[in-house]
């Protein structure tokens, strides 16, 4: 059975840092690309971020651009996200993604599996 566990998140003041984490099990880790996206109520799940599993490419939204970076640890099955220079408009649950053979990694529906989200919320 497959298990993505993301944890990190929390209330955070406007510029400051929070780094999420993703634990996964159950699947081979390495072969699999990892993707970070966000939700805040009444919207479409956005892409955040998302790491290859063969080169460590990384790919971010504009939104993000420069102040988040995507990394993995494949001995330990996790992906990281660390967010620096938080703003108000960061504030949604977070989600980790796990996707086989992933082309348009943009897309939600391009990952296979899915963690429970974890809650980030940034005071102005």
């Known amino acids: 059975q497959v298990q993505l566990v993301e944890s990190g998140g929390g209330l955070v003041q406007a510029g400051g840092s929070l780094r999420l984490s993703c634990a996964s099990s159950?699947?081979?880790?390495?072969?699999?690309?990892m993707g970070w996206f966000r939700q805040t109520p009444g919207k479409e799940r956005e892409f955040v971020a998302r790491i290859s599993w063969n080169n460590g490419v990384t790919n971010y939204a504009d939104s993000v651009k420069g102040r988040f970076t995507v990394s993995r640890d494949n001995a330990k099955n996790t992906v990281y996200l660390q967010m620096n220079s938080l703003q108000p408009g960061d504030t949604a649950v977070y989600y980790c993604?796990?996707?086989?053979?992933?082309?348009?990694?943009?897309?939600?529906?391009?990952?296979?599996?899915w963690g429970q989200g974890t809650q980030v919320t940034v005071s102005s």
């Open positions: 993604a796990a996707g086989n053979r992933v082309i348009f990694w943009s897309r939600s529906t391009n990952y296979n599996y």
């Open positions: 159950g699947l081979t880790f390495s072969t699999y690309t």
